[in-house]
Each structure stands twice: as structure tokens, then as C-alpha cells.
């Protein structure tokens, strides 16, 4: 695969078709675990696992798999990787697991990665499929990251609370000191459609702003090609 098929498929998991901006995909962990910015980014670094590891799989076992079961065939794979992730975050990161709940089990419903997994691993070789589920769980993670980040600053004035279950020793950061009376709807549900929808009207005035400035680009110059060279020989007369 050359170098412009991998900045195009990095431009499409990070911006162009970004699953929580521009194809509104898996809206209900971003909704529901975006109180914190920790706690958004950690699942969005298990779905980054399940997604890559997903495509990895499925785009190996592709022209193995019969056309008219591959949808129960794909959730089985992703059920697979999705257990194995949680089990690991269960050992490794307990409080934070405890944490996250039943949303790591709940990758195996996220429309994201079966998504992904049909619209892209089935149909594509394993190295590209893994990169396109990485770009996309990457997009999905900065933008879990700044939801996050903004309800946890807005709403109880930190950053990085519950940084310590998973960096032992670490602390929040406390951005408007002990004072900071909070604003609740924050990190209400209702706070987080009104932080989503901040997000994509600024994602849509960006994109605005860059479709102009392309549009105001002058064409590149037309590549001129050589003439044919004229027969010098006049044509013989007819008899």
C-alpha cells in the first residue's frame, strides 16, 4: 500500500469520516462514560484493542467465512476479542474496570467496530484493515478525550480525576482550585448532548471553513504534452 492510501486512511479515521463527529456512531459510551476524561479515554483505548484486533482477524479469515453468515461470524470474532480485553482490564486495571462497567462488555454491540468490520476488514488485506481500525479508534479517542475533558472541567473544575487507578501515585489536576463550586449539568446526561452538540458545530464550521479555502485554491496548472511532430512530405498527388 503506498504512502497516500495510509494518509488517506488516517485522514478518514481521525477527521473526514470520524465516528463520534461525522458518522454519529456508538453515541451511547460516548454519551455515558464521557464524565471524565479518564474514564472516556480508557474505553476508548479498549475499543482501539477490539477494533484493530477485529480487523486484523476478520480481514485474515475473509475468504474463509461464507457470504451468508458473516454477520453472526463477525460478532462472534468481536464477542471473542471483547472478552479478552475486558478479562485484561479486570486483572490489570480493577478499579478502573469497576469503573467502566458494563461498557467494555458492551463493545460487542458498539455499531463502530461491526461497521468497521464489514465495511472495510471484509473487503480489504489484513494490514490495511488493522491500520483503518486503529485511525478510527484513534478518532473516536481524541474525541472521547475532549467530551471528557470538557464535563470534567466543567463540571467539578479538574482534570485527570481518577488518574491514580491506573498511574498509582498520580493525582487529579485541579484547575479552578477547591473553591470551584461546579456546574452540575456538566456531567449530567443532559450535559453530555450539549458538549457533543459544542463538538460538532465546531467539527461542521471547520469543515465549512476548509471546503472555502479549497475552493479558493487556484487549479493546478495543466500538465502540457507534446505535439506531434508535422510530415514535413507533402501527400503525393492523386493520379
Not at 476524561?37 to 476508548?44: C, P, Q
Not at 467496530?113 to 481500525?133: C, H, I, M, Q, W
Not at 461542521?204 to 512530405?233: F, G, H, M
Amino acid at each position: 500500500m503506498s504512502p497516500q492510501q495510509f494518509r488517506e486512511i488516517a485522514w478518514n479515521g481521525l477527521w473526514k469520516q470520524n465516528t463520534g463527529l461525522a458518522q454519529l456512531l456508538g453515541l451511547c459510551p460516548i454519551l455515558a462514560v464521557s464524565t471524565s476524561m479518564v474514564n472516556a479515554v480508557s474505553l476508548g483505548l479498549a475499543t482501539i484493542l477490539v477494533m484493530a484486533l477485529s480487523n486484523l482477524a476478520v480481514s485474515a479469515l475473509r475468504n474463509f467465512i461464507p457470504y451468508e453468515i458473516r454477520i453472526p461470524v463477525f460478532i462472534l470474532i468481536i464477542a471473542a476479542l471483547t472478552t479478552v480485553v475486558d478479562l485484561s482490564f479486570n486483572a490489570f486495571f480493577h478499579d478502573l474496570y469497576l469503573v467502566l462497567g458494563i461498557f467494555i462488555p458492551l463493545i460487542v454491540t458498539n455499531c463502530i467496530v461491526l461497521a468497521r468490520v464489514e465495511a472495510y476488514a471484509a473487503k480489504n488485506d489484513p494490514l490495511t484493515s488493522t491500520f483503518d481500525g486503529v485511525m478510527m479508534g484513534i478518532g473516536l479517542v481524541w474525541v472521547l478525550a475532549v467530551l471528557g475533558g470538557m464535563r470534567e472541567l466543567l463540571g467539578a473544575g479538574t482534570l485527570f480525576s481518577g488518574i491514580e487507578m491506573i498511574l498509582p501515585g498520580a493525582s487529579a489536576w485541579n484547575v479552578f482550585g477547591d473553591d470551584y463550586p461546579g456546574f452540575l449539568i456538566a456531567i449530567l446526561p443532559p450535559g453530555a448532548f450539549f458538549a457533543l452538540g459544542v463538538l460538532i458545530a465546531a467539527f461542521n464550521a471547520i469543515n465549512v471553513r476548509l471546503a472555502a479555502r479549497a475552493r479558493r485554491r487556484p487549479p493546478p496548472a495543466p500538465t502540457r504534452t507534446a505535439e506531434p511532430e508535422q510530415d514535413s512530405a507533402e501527400p503525393a498527388a492523386a493520379s
